[in-house]
Structure formats: structure tokens, C-alpha cells
């Protein structure tokens, strides 16, 4: 295996298909004979050639490729007494055969990160103070945090996958993250240099999107808004990432939200999304005294006639949200979803669901993790 990435997110609609040019044909085929271990193991080879359409010499080949690099295993025998002849062979993902690092920049105070397994398991976490770091120091930081994982790790590490604040293009570049004072880091091929390992970066909100989709069960068609310090969001179409002109697809936060004004914002317009929504406003409203229901129950209407356009041209069928369970369950949710309802189609919406992610704080590293298995072995 190579160690450069350039792929990122998941392919989930892996077919044989006959306009595959040959030399991309073998690489198509061992995708397809991991995410069907990855999603349908343990399975003997006839099993396999069945479920991927390949022929037994093909997944034969393909399997003791896979053995060799330590990507899947054989498990024993399968005991079928209404077959005849030699029991199968039964195969499996090599789920607890590597390791994938996984490390979350977009918390304000600090750095995380994880060593996890093949099925999305967080088996040890370290961090890194991170606050006020900028520039220099705060890549350093990330690349410290990075190198402490990758040296902890028991098994051979896959890749390594960091959700980062900001704007992030398709090579891990990070165009700009205000907050970390980024501009144009070639964040992603600067920690493959320094670790000699694969390594993908890219937005937070896009990364933990898809650990939504890999990991909490989520529906293909998805918007992931992450709500903290500012609101951001990751969207998924068809289970694809969706990244837009500019690399900038989710960005809502700067989108002003109604024509009545509102509070000033950092970016210079009024009634940004972020002045409705952010946490740090949401908590001085509620401090300064204002009703906590009525300050939440804004902040939901706020945020669903932000999303009713979004929803209604892509036709999502499910909002899941992330951040502080306290403040966003409950009312605020309640009148995101009351709000997008009154917006959009019954006939096309009125099955939309409007939930808090189930996978937590350690959302954006178990989409990393998503990031490199669809990267480096193509499942999903
Ligand atoms: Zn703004």
C-alpha cells in the first residue's frame, strides 16, 4: 500500500461495473471485498464471490492479498450439515489488525485525540492544552498530540484523521481558520512529512458528518450542525461530502437569519446565524436574565428558518445536531423541527427528523476514523 491519500469520504455505492478501466479494476475489486467483509463478515469465499459478483479466482486472489497485509483474517470453519463436502473457510475484517488515529483541532481549549479500532472503538484518548494557541504553536501542538498517538499504538496505524476548524480543501490544505490563525497551511502533507504516515484533514463539521453516517446510524442524505463556540455544518447527499465551489459547503454561520436586525456580529454583518445560536450568546442571554426557555426557543426557530431552504432544495430527510446536550435538547430542538415543518412540503418533508447526535464529544474523532477507512480501504 502507498501511503498517499487523496480520496476522501465514503463510496458506499461500490458495483462491478464494466466502464471500471483495467488498471483501476483491481483497486475497485479489493474495495468492494473489504466493505463487503466490513459490513456483511464473517464470510467464506463462495459467500463473497456471491455478494460482490467477482469470480472465486478474483476474491481467492483478493483474500490472500488482504491476509498478507494483515487487513483480514480467517476465523475457522463454518459447520453446515445440509452441505456437502469440506466445511468453509469463514472470513473476517481484521477489525483489531491496525489502528487509526483520530484527532479533533475544533475546541477553543483543547486538542483531542484517539487511538481507534477498525469498528470505530476509542481504545485510549489523550489531549492537549490548546488554548490561545496560534500560528506555529498551534500546528506544533497538533503535530505533538498526533506523534504521542501514533507512538502508544499496538498494532500498525492505517492512517491518521484530523477534523480541523476552518475552511479545508480537498489536498487537507487549511485555507483559513480564524480562530488558530491559519492561512494556507498545507496542514495535512506537513504531518505526512513529519510522521511518514497517511494522513487526511479536513473540516470538523465534514468529519463529524460522517461519523453520523459511519457510526450513529444516520440516513444518507444528512446535515451535521455543530453548535459551540460558532455553528458550523457538514452535509452529506447520497452518503457523498459535499464541499461546494470554494470548499466552504456547511458554512452557515455567517448567513444572516431573517430581515429584523439582530445583535452585531464579529464578521461585521447583524443577525448572523452565530449570534442566534452560538453557545457563548446563548449562555450571556441566559445569564444577563432572559427567560431560558424563550432565549432556547429563538435560537430553534432561528435555526430552522436558516435550514428550511437548505432542507427544502436537497431534500434531506434527517437534521442531527452537536453540542451541549443541556442546551440544544429539548426546546431548542423542538422548535427547529416545529419550524422547519411549517417551512417546507408536508408531501416532502414531513418525515424529516430533527435529533442530537448519539456519538457525543468524540463525534469529530470517530469521523476521522471514517475518513481514513473510506480512504485508505474504501469502506464505508
Ligand atoms: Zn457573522
Not at 471485498?33 to 467464506?44: C, H, I, K, N
Not at 475457522?76 to 445440509?82: F, I, K, N, P, Q
Not at 481484521?94 to 479500532?117: K, W
Not at 463529524?208 to 444516520?218: K, M, N, P, W
Request: proline share 4%; glycine share 12%; with cysteine.
Amino acid at each position: 500500500m502507498t501511503t498517499e491519500v487523496d480520496s476522501f469520504g465514503p463510496r458506499r455505492v461500490l458495483r462491478p461495473s464494466a466502464k471500471v478501466l483495467p488498471e483501476q479494476a483491481r483497486a475497485h475489486n479489493r474495495s468492494l471485498v473489504l466493505q463487503t467483509l466490513y459490513r456483511s463478515g464473517p464470510l467464506s469465499r463462495a459467500d463473497l464471490a456471491r455478494e460482490t459478483a467477482l469470480t472465486r479466482v478474483t476474491v481467492g486472489d483478493l483474500v490472500a492479498e488482504l491476509i498478507d497485509e494483515q487487513l483480514a483474517l480467517e476465523l475457522g470453519t463454518r459447520v453446515d450439515a445440509s452441505r456437502p463436502g469440506k466445511p468453509a473457510t469463514l472470513l473476517d475484517l481484521h477489525r483489531d489488525g491496525h489502528r487509526i488515529v483520530g484527532i479533533d483541532l475544533g475546541d477553543t481549549e483543547v486538542f483531542r485525540g484517539a487511538l481507534i479500532d477498525l469498528d470505530g472503538t476509542i481504545l485510549e484518548r489523550r489531549e492537549i492544552d490548546a488554548r490561545g494557541l496560534v500560528g506555529e504553536d498551534a500546528a506544533a501542538a497538533a503535530l505533538a498530540l498526533t506523534r504521542e498517538l501514533t507512538a502508544i499504538a499496538d498494532r500498525p496505524v492505517l492512517g491518521i484523521g484530523i477534523g480541523s476548524p476552518g475552511i479545508v480543501d480537498l489536498a487537507g490544505r487549511v485555507l483559513t481558520a480564524p480562530n488558530r490563525g491559519w492561512n494556507d497551511l498545507p496542514l495535512q502533507a506537513r504531518l505526512q512529512a513529519e510522521l511518514g504516515l497517511p494522513v487526511i484533514v479536513a473540516n470538523d463539521a465534514n468529519a463529524a458528518a460522517l461519523a453520523e453516517y459511519g457510526f450513529g446510524g444516520a440516513s444518507a442524505d444528512l446535515m451535521l450542525v455543530m453548535v459551540g463556540y460558532g455553528v458550523g455544518a457538514g452535509l452529506l447527499l447520497d452518503g457523498t461530502p459535499l464541499f461546494g465551489s470554494r470548499f466552504a459547503a456547511g458554512e452557515i454561520g455567517h448567513v444572516v437569519v431573517g430581515t429584523d436586525g439582530g445583535e452585531a456580529c464579529a464578521c461585521g454583518k447583524q443577525g448572523c446565524l452565530e449570534t442566534w445560536l452560538a453557545v457563548p450568546r446563548l449562555q450571556a442571554r441566559i445569564a444577563a436574565g432572559e427567560p431560558r426557555e424563550a432565549v432556547l426557543r429563538q435560537a430553534g426557530e432561528r435555526l430552522g428558518i436558516a435550514l428550511a431552504p437548505i432542507v427544502g432544495a436537497l431534500n434531506l430527510s434527517e437534521v442531527v445536531l452537536s453540542g451541549p446536550i443541556e442546551l440544544l435538547d429539548g426546546t431548542l430542538a423542538e422548535a427547529t423541527v416545529d419550524t422547519l415543518r411549517q417551512r417546507t412540503m408536508e408531501q416532502f418533508h414531513g418525515d424529516l427528523t430533527v435529533r442530537l447526535t448519539s456519538l457525543g464529544g468524540d463525534i469529530v474523532m470517530r469521523g476521522a476514523a471514517v475518513m481514513v477507512l473510506s480512504a485508505r480501504l474504501g469502506v464505508s
